[in-house]
């Protein structure tokens, strides 16, 4: 009996699952992957609250710069919608041919140039309102009737 127990006094440091199995990395991954979808899925607050104008007076911008931008961010919305759209049919031709994994990225690719489109169109919907911290509610119904 003793002997057994010195022999275990001599083994036990050298066996530790939970140091082989890496449960402290798992568990600071697992934290890492819950701060990253927090910061993905839970929108900032807005440092200030201000109108167009105050934001206008504040940057110093004149009609020809608000006037510019919104015809930077509407071409932008145009090229990403469009860029999205062909690589929605490119990953459908890979798809066709068999190629899965090619359209599945090429279908990401799409999702990310639609995201893309998305932000600058909303943008566009801001400036060409004047108004910010705009609604996807307002935007949406812009999109489809042209009214405000």
């Known amino acids: 009996m003793k002997m057994r127990r010195t022999l275990w006094r001599g083994i036990k440091p050298l066996i530790n699952f939970p140091k082989w199995m890496g449960v402290s990395d798992i568990k600071k991954t697992t934290s ?6 927090k ?13 167009f104008k105050q934001a206008v007076n504040r940057l110093h911008l004149t009609e020809a710069n608000i006037k510019s931008r919104e015809k930077q961010t509407l071409t932008l919305a145009i090229i990403f919608a469009v860029l999205g ?8 031709y890979l798809a066709q041919e068999a190629h899965f994994f090619g359209a599945l990225f090429g279908l990401i690719v799409a999702c990310i140039a ?18 910010l911290g705009c609604s ?13």
């Open 85 to 92: 759209l062909l690589l929605l049919f490119y990953a459908g």
């Open 136 to 148: 996807v509610r307002e935007w949406w119904r812009f999109l489809l009737k042209g009214k405000k």
């Open 114 to 131: 639609f995201a893309q489109a998305f932000y600058n169109h909303f943008w566009y919907f801001q400036i060409k309102h004047r108004k």
């Open 32 to 37: 890492n992957i819950a701060a990253l979808a």
């Open 39 to 51: 910061a993905i899925f839970v929108p900032e607050r807005a440092q200030r609250k201000e109108s």
